[in-house]
């Protein structure tokens, strides 16, 4: 086979050999790519570093990207282009490669914040909203820079967009308001993701993330609850992580007036003692204790205070201890009050002279 391309005409030969550098550029590419993953991967892992594994796969999957931008380049150069021509190929490239690393950085930011954000500040929750704020600050940074190396004057672009932001502020008054509030949300560190809280309107969940609109509740039964984040940030909150995870779990009882009330405390404290050490979900190391408080109807009241390592963990504890304490009572004779039902029956007076 003869692969004589001389009597080709020049521009098919210049066609074949740019085609020819592309692929080239390409394959060096591919090559780089596995370079920097064992290479690289294998040197940030050496070093301990806190750039991990997915920022150097980020980076590995767009040198074969790269390598073809510059193969592109340099097979531009065999073709007599005009100077017009040249330029706005040179720009778009120039563009092409200042936006791939512009979302190159985006994304090692957001993936460096969701991975060692906790590290340095366990408070700072990992957002939806700080993930979409990053990448809004890197992405306007990198256009700012494309405009500026394209000649463009950017005092002009922002003037307008100062002008256009006022009219887009009071036409998305409760967009921009649910925005800040997030911000304000993520920020306050008041409630963090995973915490369970409960709203004074009633809503109820673990905190699952907070977005530029709207906050994610998930509730016990698996529900999902989207409360706009500017009545989260106004609502009275309660928040069952903090300062601590765990809890007190307050059980009331009552026992009847003829027991032993002495007797009546030691039982209920050693049910409870058992159930703390047994159960999941109980504190070992905490010691229940009960406090009488009601001459009430139809017997003695008194609380039993025990403790669960998180909200959820108290259901457990409760039907477990209301089990064990219902049957040791039973089995000591320890009398629980029952009230009593009482039904009148109205009837009419007898008659007068009877």
Request: glycine share 8%; hydrophobic share 45%; aromatic share 8%.
């Amino acid at each position: 086979m003869n692969w004589d391309i001389q009597g080709l005409p020049s521009s098919a030969r210049t066609a074949l050999l740019s085609l020819l550098v592309i692929a080239v550029a390409y394959l060096i590419g591919r090559v780089g790519r596995h370079i920097v993953r064992t290479q690289l991967g294998g040197l940030v892992r050496r070093a301990s570093s806190r750039w991990d594994d997915a920022a150097v796969e980020s980076v590995a999957g767009r040198v074969p990207f790269w390598s073809l931008l510059i193969g592109i380049y340099i097979a531009a150069g065999f073709w007599p282009l005009a100077p017009h021509m040249a330029t706005t190929l040179e720009k778009s490239l120039y563009v092409v490669a200042a936006a791939s690393l512009t979302f190159l950085a985006s994304e090692v930011l957001v993936k460096l914040v969701r991975t060692h954000g906790p590290s340095f500040d366990p408070g700072l929750p990992n957002t939806t909203l700080t993930e979409n704020l990053i990448r809004i600050v890197v992405v306007t940074l990198g256009l700012l820079v494309i405009l500026n190396g394209l000649g463009l004057s950017i005092t002009p672009i922002l003037t307008a967009l100062g002008v256009g932001g006022l009219a887009v502020a009071l036409a998305l008054q409760d967009t921009l308001a649910n925005l800040f509030a997030g911000f304000y949300l993520t920020v306050a560190k008041q409630i963090r993701i995973g915490n369970y809280i409960r709203l004074s309107s009633g809503e109820e969940g673990y905190l699952v993330d907070i977005d530029w609109r709207a906050s994610r509740l998930r509730e016990l039964s698996n529900n999902t609850v989207l409360v706009p984040n500017a009545k989260l940030s106004q609502s009275i909150v309660t928040n069952y992580h903090l300062p601590d995870q765990e809890l007190a779990v307050v059980i009331e009882a009552s026992v009847d007036y003829a027991s032993d009330l002495d007797r009546v405390e030691q039982i209920t404290t050693d049910v409870a003692r058992e159930v703390m050490q047994s159960v999941p979900g109980g504190v070992r190391g905490f010691e229940p204790f009960v406090r009488y408080h009601t001459f009430g109807d139809p017997g003695i009241g008194f609380s039993v205070i025990l403790r669960a390592q998180e909200f959820v963990d108290q259901h457990l504890i409760r039907h477990e201890f209301v089990k064990r304490l219902h049957r040791r009572f039973s089995s000591e004779g320890i009398a629980i009050p029952i009230k009593a039902l009482v039904q009148r029956h109205d009837t009419p007076p007898p008659p007068s002279g009877t």
